[in-house]
Each structure stands twice: as structure tokens, then as C-alpha cells.
């Protein structure tokens, strides 16, 4: 097996996947007012009598309602829960998680806001005008787990009578994203699709669907056999039949899965879990290709496939395993497309453009950016890189502009864009930037998974944070405190640490390495007034001091404190620990993340009024951190004023860090002084064209710690930025602290980057 597959998979407990839907407000979607909404006068303009205006200009001009209204991208998540993922038939309500979690992923992938309608018929009519009148809502309709064949004349009726998209996904997302990989599967074969011999396992919406697109890219009639639960469709077949599954009946004497897949180059299975066996596998053809495509549990799952033979290309609908075939990484970037062309509907050449774009992204050399999205492994265009993965951050600038393309060439856009290149700059600001970059990290930490204490190991947010560190595969987590106060608040919280292994309880008082650490420690602050009974009660009461003593004997790789001590006294306990790593000075970088920008600002936590040489530093520092997060730093070193307009004692300062950083020849991009405005704005450097900055910065270097810190918390506070940090950087070992009374998500979050060594 590669490393990619045989990485850490994935796994949570039934009572986390509840707790993750139940947390705080309930279900995973809130609606945010994008208008100012708080004096009188934004009252009458939001709604009476100003709103009047808008309503009178959509009535005399229709068009002017995507000017005026969430309509342009805005889209519906419409099931009656026929067919939720591969559970069956469970009813409109029930299907709510899945809705929810639809309109959440397009809002994360493609920024593109849904809202979720669970209508409760299975009656297709009433389906049908239940939606039908739902056009001037949306700018586009997603229907989602209908089963078939209900699903066909839905889709097919709500075309016709709507002028926005409908698109089922469930059809075409999945058999867009199943002809994508089969196309590279294809050709990492050497076979030639008029030839191939392919199994669609599975009649329903996805598999009548996909079956339909790779013969319309050139899979022959003859060539592809069709089953469902009753096996074969063969031409005569009677029993469970409609005109969908007719289409595709074929004559052949096969009339079971096994004897279909007997020979076969090709296995999609849209199906139900197990569905495909060891035994039909090692049947099928040399270098077969298995797209077991079922979810939550595919067909058969790639262990059960290796079991049998080392010559398959094997994908499946899940995140944890390569080459997941799943239509997320197709509907929100087709819907931005055709929200953006505005496109009356979702055509074939759409689907096709998006196909191509989807299977050529694959193919394509793999940026440092990227290649951090990836678990820090680059991938290559091979059997297990057969397709991109969701988080693949070039997605959004290259689907939605090829379906947006074919939009126009059909004459289905509303509004054609008029510039791809401006449009594609403006999709790579449309993605969600937190996310983006924790990602790079938990995917590098879960391939070198590490052992973090938790120093706080009797709190519960703290223990809920190193159960969700052990379930999200990131390693071991050491829980510092005592093991009967640990269990009880664990039980007390409902969850159960005895059924996970990967924790671990120590408790400082009883600990083997006890004398170890105090001796250690009384080495380190014998001459700074500590007895040795001093550093005796510090290690077996402080659990900072204990931590870090762990991490220092290599006992743990990284450690995360924080929750109930304020950071200043935590850091000071780990420094009575822990040094500066040679050559390195501590400092304090914050990372602000906003939409489409995220910046590093430093020192955000230690020196407070910086020399001229301190600021070289923390530069060279900051900049370290940047491109350990996969960013090449671009170092603003930032007063009130731009290159000595006005002029001031700590603008010199600045000046002087900027000669001080030539002199050592700083190998990053770096200049000042320069005001924030000029540094983060684009084109503003326009007016200092010898200044060494190519473009906006993404370091940010304070002239001294307030400016760093009050700038910061204001970001944070005012909700313009997610403020992470202030991580600790220059430490010889990796230690984060989280603010005080930190949430579990900020804990592990915390955690994770610790296990990075963020801090270099
Ligand atoms: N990876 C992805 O992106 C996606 C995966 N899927 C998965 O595909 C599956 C089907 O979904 P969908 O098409 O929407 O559902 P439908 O209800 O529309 O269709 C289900 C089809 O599967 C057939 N089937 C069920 N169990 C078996 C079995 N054991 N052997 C053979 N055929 C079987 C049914 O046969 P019959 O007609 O005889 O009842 C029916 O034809 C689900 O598991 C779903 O999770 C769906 C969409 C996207
Ligand atoms: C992925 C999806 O839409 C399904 O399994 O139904
Ligand atoms: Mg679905």
C-alpha cells in the first residue's frame, strides 16, 4: 500500500457526530444580515418605506431583482428524503442533516448560500408544485436524494417550468465527478473508452445519470451492463423495470453482478454497502478500475479490494480514503458557474466543460499552495491522484469558469462574463480562508501524527479537545492531572476516555519521571532563588511546568496550555522550562484571517517597545512562520508613516530594521516604513514604485507590542478577522497556550499547531 492509503483514517464516535449537530444553536446554518441594521434610518431603507424602491424597480425591470436581492446566489437544497445518501427512503425530516450539510458545503466551497427546503410528499406532482413556484427565491434549484425514478420526472417537469438551474446532483453531480475520474483512469490504463468494458451497479438517480454522461463521452451501448438489486438488465427483463432502466437493457447472457463483472474493466457502484464482493473482484480484468461510490460505506471498501490483488485503481465516495468520487467536488463550483453566467439552466455542455476541467486539474503539477492542501504529500497524476481532492484550493478558479464558458457558447447565459481572467481572480477570493489554512496543518500533523500534552487534563474542554485530537487522527494525546478527577469530569461530560486508545492519563505527582524533571529543574533555577523543594512542588503541582519537562525529555512532542491561566503566567512557567531555540528570539505572531486575505501580524505577545534590531528579527521570525504555513512571506515593517512622511522617533526605528534586515541579507520579501494602508492595500504601493513589496503585504510587523496587540483584538473583536494566536514562535520546543477559557474546537485547533511546531 502507499502512504497515502495507509494513513490514519478518519474516525468519531456515533455521540460526537450527535454533539457536533446539537452544539451550541443547533444544526449547522444561521442567516447573517449583510445590511447595516441598527439606527432608524437603516430600518427604512432595509425595510418600510424604503424598501419600496427595490420592489417598484424588480417590477418594472424582472432583471433587477439580481441587483437588489440575495437572488443572483442564492440557491435552493430542495429532498423529500427519498433517498438519503445510501440509507434509503427516510423521510423529508430526517433528511434535514444532509440539506443542512449541502448548503454548508456550498457556502464553504464556492461561496454560494443555500438554503435547505425538506418538502414532506413523495407525491411527484405535489413535489413539483411545491418548487415550481419557488423561481423568484433562487438563483438555481439543487435537488438532492430523490430516488428514482421520481427523480427523473421531477427534474425533467421543474426544467421545463422554471427559467433558473435545476439540477439534481445526486444525477449529475456524481456523474460528472465518476467521468472525470474514469477519464484518467482511462488513460493511466492505456485503454481506449470505445473499447472498455464497464458494470454500473446501482439504476437509481446516480447511476442511470452517469451511465448516461460516459456513453455520451464515448463508452459503447454494447459495452456497459447495468444492474440493480435483481441483478442484470438485459433486454426481455420484466421485473422491476421503467423506461430509464430500458434505455440501457442490453443483450448479453450475464444475469447476475458476478457474472457482469466477470472480465470487466470497470466496476461503478451506485448502489448500497457490500454490494461488490473479494470474490467478483479478482474476476475482473487486468488494472481493474473499482469506483465504489456508496455512501456512507462504499461497495467494498479498497482494504477488502487489496486483500485480492495489488492491480486496481480504486476510488470511493468517502474523505478518507484517495480518489474520493463525491459530488462535493462538483455542485458548488457548477451552481457558481451558472449563478455567475447567470445561465437559465444546466446543460450537457456544462456538464461536459466541467468534466474536463475536473479531470485536467488532476493532471496538472501540483503548486507549493496546493500541495500543502494535500497533507503536505505533493501528489502526482498516478492511480491514487486519479482526481482532486475538495479541499483542492484551485477548484473554485477553474470549474466554475469552463461551465460559466460553455454557458455563453450555448447561448444559455444571461449574462456571459465579459473577462475569465478577472472572474477567475475573483472566485480565489471567494474561498474560506480559516479553514483553508488549518487544513494544510491538521493533513501534515495527521501524516506524522505526534503526541501532545494537554496540561489541563482535568478540565472538560480540555478533555473533549484531546479526545477530538485522537479521533481526527493527529496522534496521542497526554492528558496531565489526576486519573480519578479526569474520569469523573470525562463522565460527567458523557464521554467515555477508557474506549480510545491514544490517551494517555499522567499525573505529575505519580509520575515514573518525577524525580527526573525536579532534578532537571532545579539545575535550571538553582541560581535563580528556587530550592530544590520549590522546583520539587512545581512539578508535581504545576502541570505547565510538568508539561514542559515532558516535552524537553522527549516523553511528548508538543504541549498546549492555556485554558485556565492567563497567557502572560503560563509562558512565564514554560520558560522557567524551556529556552529560546539558539539563534532565535520569542516572539508572538497572530494569524488574522479573513475572507480571501490572511495576514500575520508579530510580535503580538512578548517585547514590548522593540529596538531596531528586535524588529529585524521578529521580521525574519514572522516571515519563517508565513512560509511554514505555505505562504511566501511578503514583510511590511509598519509605522505611522510611509518611507519618512512625517517623520518620528519610531518610524526610525523601523527605517533602521529595514537596514539592519539588508545588511543580513534577509532572504524574504520585506520593506518599510510603511503605514497599514499602504501595506495591505492593493495598488497603493503604486505611489512608491521603488518600494521592494511586489504586492500587497501578508506580514505584518508592529512597531511595537501594543499596536500589535490592540490591533489585533480590535480585528478580532469587531469581527472584521478570526484572530489566531498569538502563537508562540522561537521556543526550542513546540508550545502553544490558548486564551483563557479557550473552547475545545480552539483547543485542538491550538493543538494542532503545536504538533506543526508552528513556532519553528
Ligand atoms: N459518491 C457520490 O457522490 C454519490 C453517491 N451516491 C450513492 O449512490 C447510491 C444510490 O443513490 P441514488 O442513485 O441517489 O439512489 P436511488 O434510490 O435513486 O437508486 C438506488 C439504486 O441502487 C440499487 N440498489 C440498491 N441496493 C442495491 C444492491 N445491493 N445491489 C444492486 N443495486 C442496488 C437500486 O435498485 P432497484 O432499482 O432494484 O431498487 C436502485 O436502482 C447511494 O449509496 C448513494 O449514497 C449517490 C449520489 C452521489
Ligand atoms: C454524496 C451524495 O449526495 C449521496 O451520497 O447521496
Ligand atoms: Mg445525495
Not at 503526541?451 to 496531565?480: D, P, W
Request: charged letters at 25%; glycine letters at 8%.
Amino acid at each position: 500500500m502507499t502512504d497515502r492509503k495507509k494513513r490514519t483514517r478518519l474516525t468519531y464516535t456515533d455521540q460526537e457526530a450527535l454533539n457536533y449537530h446539537s452544539g451550541g444553536r443547533p444544526g449547522k446554518l444561521e442567516v447573517v444580515a449583510t445590511k447595516p441594521m441598527t439606527t432608524q434610518r437603516d430600518l427604512s431603507l432595509a425595510y418600510s418605506p424604503g424598501v419600496a424602491v427595490p420592489v417598484r424597480a424588480i417590477h418594472e425591470n424582472p432583471a433587477t431583482a439580481y441587483d437588489y436581492t440575495a437572488r443572483s446566489n442564492l440557491v435552493g437544497v430542495i429532498s423529500n428524503g427519498t433517498a438519503i445518501l445510501g440509507l434509503g427512503n427516510l423521510g423529508a425530516l430526517a433528511s434535514k442533516p444532509v440539506m443542512e450539510g449541502k448548503a454548508v458545503l456550498f457556502k464553504r466551497f464556492a461561496d454560494i448560500d443555500a438554503f435547505d427546503l425538506e418538502v414532506d410528499t413523495e407525491d411527484v406532482d405535489a413535489f413539483i408544485n411545491s418548487v415550481r413556484y419557488l423561481g423568484p427565491t433562487f438563483g438555481g434549484i439543487n435537488l438532492e436524494d430523490i430516488k428514482a425514478p421520481e427523480c427523473f420526472v421531477i427534474e425533467e417537469r421543474l426544467k421545463e417550468l422554471m427559467d433558473i438551474p435545476v439540477f439534481h446532483d445526486d444525477q449529475h453531480g456524481t456523474a460528472i465527478i465518476a467521468a472525470a475520474g474514469i477519464i484518467n483512469a482511462l488513460h493511466l490504463t492505456g485503454r481506449d473508452i470505445s473499447e472498455a468494458k464497464l458494470v454500473v451497479n446501482g439504476a437509481g438517480a446516480a447511476g442511470i445519470a452517469s451511465i448516461e454522461l460516459v456513453k455520451a463521452l464515448g463508452f459503447r451501448n454494447e459495452n456497459v451492463i447495468l444492474c440493480d438489486t435483481k441483478g442484470v438488465i438485459y433486454k426481455g427483463r420484466t421485473e422491476g423495470m421503467n423506461q430509464w432502466k430500458s434505455a440501457h437493457a442490453v443483450e448479453t447472457p450475464a444475469r447476475t453482478l458476478a457474472d457482469a463483472v466477470q472480465g470487466a474493466d470497470i466496476f461503478f457502484g451506485l448502489s448500497a454497502k457490500g454490494a461488490l464482493t473479494p470474490e467478483m473482484v479478482a474476476g475482473m480484468a487486468e488494472n481493474p478500475i473499482i469506483f465504489a461510490m456508496a455512501n456512507p460505506d462504499p461497495e467494498i471498501t479498497p482494504e477488502e479490494v487489496s486483500r485480492v490483488r495489488d492491480d486496481a485503481i480504486m476510488a470511493t465516495g468517502r474523505s478518507d480514503y484517495p480518489n474520493q468520487i463525491n459530488n462535493v467536488l462538483g455542485f458548488p463550483y457548477i451552481f457558481r458557474g451558472a449563478l455567475d453566467a447567470r445561465a437559465t439552466t444546466i446543460n450537457i455542455e456544462m456538464k461536459i466543460a466541467a468534466v474536463h476541467a475536473l479531470a485536467q486539474l488532476a493532471r496538472e503539477d501540483v503548486p507549493d499552495e496546493v500541495a500543502a492542501a494535500y497533507e503536505g504529500a505533493r501528489p502526482r497524476f498516478g492511480r491514487d491522484y486519479i482526481i482532486p481532492a475538495p479541499f483542492d484550493p484551485r477548484l473554485i478558479h477553474v470549474v466554475p469558469p469552463a461551465v460559466a464558458q460553455a454557458a455563453a457558447d450555448t447561448g444559455v447565459a444571461r449574462r456571459p462574463i465579459d473577462n475569465i481572467e478577472v472572474y477567475k481572480t475573483e472566485l480565489s477570493a471567494r474561498r474560506d480562508p480559516v479553514v483553508s489554512v488549518l487544513n494544510t496543518v491538521f493533513e501534515r500533523v495527521r501524516r506524522f501524527p505526534k503526541r501532545v500534552v494537554f496540561a489541563e487534563g482535568e478540565e472538560e474542554a480540555v478533555i473533549r479537545a484531546a479526545l477530538s485530537y485522537v479521533h481526527q487522527g493527529l496522534g496521542t494525546a497526554i492528558l496531565v492531572g489526576r486519573e480519578e478527577r479526569i474520569r469523573e469530569t470525562a463522565a460527567q461530560a458523557g464521554v467515555d476516555i477508557d474506549a480510545r486508545p491514544g490517551i494517555e492519563i499522567h499525573n505529575a505527582a505519580r509520575s515514573q519521571y518525577n524525580a527526573l524533571y525536579t532534578q532537571f529543574l532545579y539545575e535550571r533555577l538553582q541560581r535563580k532563588g528556587f530550592l530544590l523543594r520549590d522546583c520539587q512542588r512545581l512539578i508535581n503541582q504545576d502541570r505547565n511546568h510538568f508539561g514542559a519537562a515532558m516535552v524537553t525529555h522527549g516523553h511528548a512532542d508538543a504541549l498546549v496550555t492555556g485554558v485556565t491561566r492567563n497567557y502572560h503566567s503560563a509562558l512565564n512557567d514554560v520558560l522557567q522550562v524551556i529556552d529560546a531555540r539558539p539563534g532565535h528570539r520569542i516572539l508572538g505572531v497572530s494569524i488574522a484571517i479573513t475572507r480571501g486575505r490572511t495576514v500575520l501580524v508579530a510580535d503580538t505577545a512578548i517585547t514590548q517597545l522593540p529596538t531596531a534590531e528586535d524588529l529585524a528579527d521578529i521580521a525574519t521570525e514572522a516571515a519563517g512562520v508565513a512560509r511554514r504555513l505555505g505562504y511566501e512571506p511578503r514583510v511590511a515593517l509598519l509605522a505611522f508613516a510611509n518611507f519618512g512622511q512625517p517623520r518620528g522617533e519610531r518610524a526610525t526605528h523601523v527605517q533602521e530594521a529595514v537596514r539592519i534586515l539588508d545588511e543580513r541579507r534577509a532572504r524574504f520579501e520585506y520593506d518599510g516604513e510603511l503605514s497599514a494602508e499602504v501595506a495591505l492595500k492593493p495598488g497603493a504601493l503604486a505611489a512608491y514604485p521603488f518600494c521592494r513589496l511586489k504586492g500587497p503585504a501578508n506580514v505584518l510587523v508592529m512597531p511595537a507590542l501594543h499596536s500589535a496587540s490592540i490591533s489585533t483584538q480590535m480585528l478580532e473583536e469587531l469581527g472584521a478577522s478570526t484572530v489566531v494566536g498569538p502563537l508562540i514562535v522561537g521556543l526550542n520546543k513546540p508550545v502553544q497556550i490558548v486564551p483563557l477559557g479557550a473552547r475545545d474546537t480552539d483547543i485542538v485547533n491550538i493543538a494542532a499547531l503545536a504538533a506543526y511546531n508552528i513556532g519553528g
